[in-house]
């Protein structure tokens, strides 16, 4: 069977987040380091192509590639474990506390954001031909993406930051929703249009996700922005953290678990699954 009924999703999803905490935490920066390498590196591919063809749909379309690689290796964006974590401790799966959640969290933050910025100097270093001259047309990008996304938020005041969370709140609805719609497959073709779907969608709207924009920013300062680490950190990164949070938890994680969850000796096919097979 290639596909899995969602209360066979919801178990899946928890026992998917009780591995995350139960690794090491040399894996866990592993995992996180290359997840945020490959996304950045797609990330950086897919503004390439914007701006070679002029036309965003294309980088849009072609930007999930990354994010398919490192969820097919099994690497763990920052994204995922804020929305399969939390339902594991909720599940009172062994091990699975409040305490190693916010361990987790902080694992594969510290691991994409190095992974992220490998690739930020990576891809600075190749466009400056190793800082020895101005960086074109895509890292004239880089910077006005930076720009916008720090300094003309701040300039906004209040809307501006409600304008960002929102955005990221979004963005990890739609990511979230590639993580569950790959449980949910078990064929690598399943999973890679299951994946493609949200992830062009998160994109395309220039929607705010962490992770992203762990390299985009760096990137742009590498390049001469004119924005600063602290305006990245408070008018960015942060905010963008606590609204992935709160959208991978509230718009897919507790959707799922609360009318889909069971705990151990709960019969499916008496509480009503049973029409699925139908369907």
Not at 7 to 27: C, P, T
Not at 104 to 127: D, E, K
Not at 144 to 157: F, H, M, Q, V
Not at 172 to 193: E, F, L, P
């Amino acid at each position: 069977m290639s596909y899995l009924k969602p209360h066979e999703l919801a178990d899946a999803m928890v026992e998917a987040g009780a591995s995350k905490v139960g690794l090491s935490a040399k894996d866990t920066l592993i995992r996180a380091y290359m997840a945020g390498a490959i996304l950045a590196l797609a990330a950086g591919f897919a503004v390439t192509v914007t701006v070679n063809t002029g036309n965003p749909l294309i980088g849009a379309l072609l930007f999930p590639v990354g994010f398919c690689m490192l969820s097919l290796l099994g690497f763990d964006l920052l994204t995922g474990v804020f929305t399969l974590v939390p339902f594991a401790v909720l599940a009172n799966r062994p091990g699975c506390t409040p305490r190693a959640m916010l361990r987790t969290w902080a694992l594969v933050f510290a691991g994409n954001f190095l992974g992220a910025m490998t690739t930020a100097i990576f891809m600075a270093t190749i466009l400056t031909m190793g800082f020895t001259q101005e960086a074109g047309d895509v890292g004239q990008k880089l910077r006005t993406i930076g720009e916008a996304r720090t300094l003309g938020y701040a300039e906004a005041g209040l809307g501006g930051m409600t304008t960002l969370f929102i955005r990221a709140v979004m963005c990890n609805w739609m990511v979230s929703t590639g993580v569950v719609a790959a449980i949910m497959s078990t064929s690598v073709s399943g999973k890679v249009i299951a994946m493609w779907m949200p992830i062009l969608i998160f994109f395309y709207l220039g929607f705010e996700h962490s992770v992203v924009n762990m390299f985009l920013f760096p990137a742009g300062l590498l390049l001469g922005a004119g924005f600063t680490w602290a305006d990245y950190l408070l008018f960015n990164e942060i905010p963008t953290v606590l609204g992935n949070l709160a959208g991978g938890i509230t718009f897919v994680g507790a959707t799922i678990y609360s009318t889909y969850y069971r705990h151990k000796g709960f019969s499916h096919e008496t509480a009503g699954d049973a029409p699925l097979e139908k369907v």
